[in-house]
């Protein structure tokens, strides 16, 4: 069986960062080993929360691992804290990327034209770095302009400008950069993608709800890490993670009561395992 190592935060209540990437990967049939890099008692949309960072205890666990001859197939990293984060990580990616290990960065820092509360300039400057290791990077269009310095564009842009961001990614340093949250205003929404080493792109839409939810992010990178995890191409991949992130949010949305901070992401598991078949 195939092992991913997922390094992110966990939130023991909402359906976002561990508590989504374990049960996503499994489901893909994948062995989810987790690095937890803080907890919290809920995510940081509910009203109050407990926070306790673990950023002491990373390099002790990589060294434990090590020690023990554990290897990873992937390399996967979500929302990390600080730039000593993306240090440890860094140092993960030397000491557990062999021959055949993807590493998949997230680059989760910024949405909606702004960075998220607690990063500056200097932590772009760090994640950039990150990604420029990475195999496949998943931004959105913010994360994107931050790291390229270029002024956010919300809407009113065309493929050749999607094409000329994508290139620019690629250019930080990694194989593959895929833009999330792409739509040409179509009624479509989706992600668009260039593989630099086969100078080619391509795109994948799906229907566009009226609606948005925290942890969707999460929910297609760990999509995407399970797919290329058992075997499937990043282009399929890509289409996986899209179509059940999509499922995702028609079954909440089906479900009246449904829950303020998280999709029902349980129920639509069995989409995803036909989507893998």
């Known amino acids: ?32 080993a987790v690095l937890p890099t803080a907890v919290l008692s809920t995510h940081t ?11 002491c205890d990373m390099q002790d666990i990589f060294n434990a691992w090590e020690k023990e001859n554990i290897t990873f197939d992937g390399i996967y990293t ?28 997230d680059p989760a820092m910024a949405d909606n034209g702004k960075l998220y509360k607690g990063f500056d300039a200097n932590f772009v400057k760090e994640m950039t770095k990150l990604c420029g290791k990475a195999d496949i990077i998943v931004p959105n269009l913010t994360e994107a302009s931050f790291m390229l310095d270029i002024p956010y564009v919300e809407k009113g842009y065309n493929e050749d400008y999607i094409k000329q961001v994508l290139v620019k990614l690629t250019d930080l340093g990694c194989k593959t950069a895929v833009l999330t949250g792409v739509t040409f205003g179509d009624g479509k929404l989706g992600v668009y993608a260039y593989d630099k ?3 080619r792109f391509f795109s ?74």
Request: with cysteine.
């Open 204 to 277: 994948y839409f799906n229907e566009h709800l009226p609606c948005a939810f925290h942890g969707t992010g999460d929910i297609y990178a760990s999509t995407v890490c399970g797919a290329l995890a058992k075997g499937k191409s990043i282009e399929k991949s890509l289409q996986i993670a899209v179509d059940y992130t999509v499922e995702t949010i028609r079954q909440t949305i089906k479900n009246e009561n449904h829950n303020w901070y998280g999709v029902d992401f349980e129920t639509a598991i069995p989409c995803l395992i036909d989507l893998l078949k």
């Open 1 to 32: 069986m195939k092992r991913i190592i997922t390094i992110q935060d966990i939130s023991c209540v909402g359906k976002c960062s561990l508590t989504v990437a374990l049960p996503v990967i499994s489901a893909c049939g994948v062995e989810a």
């Open 197 to 199: 080493v086969e100078n």
């Open 45 to 55: 949309a509910f009203n109050s929360f407990t926070f306790r960072d673990l950023t």
């Open 78 to 105: 979500g929302y990390l804290g600080s730039t000593k984060q993306i240090d440890l990580v860094l140092n993960a990616i030397k000491m557990f990327k062999k021959d055949g290990t993807f590493v998949l960065v």
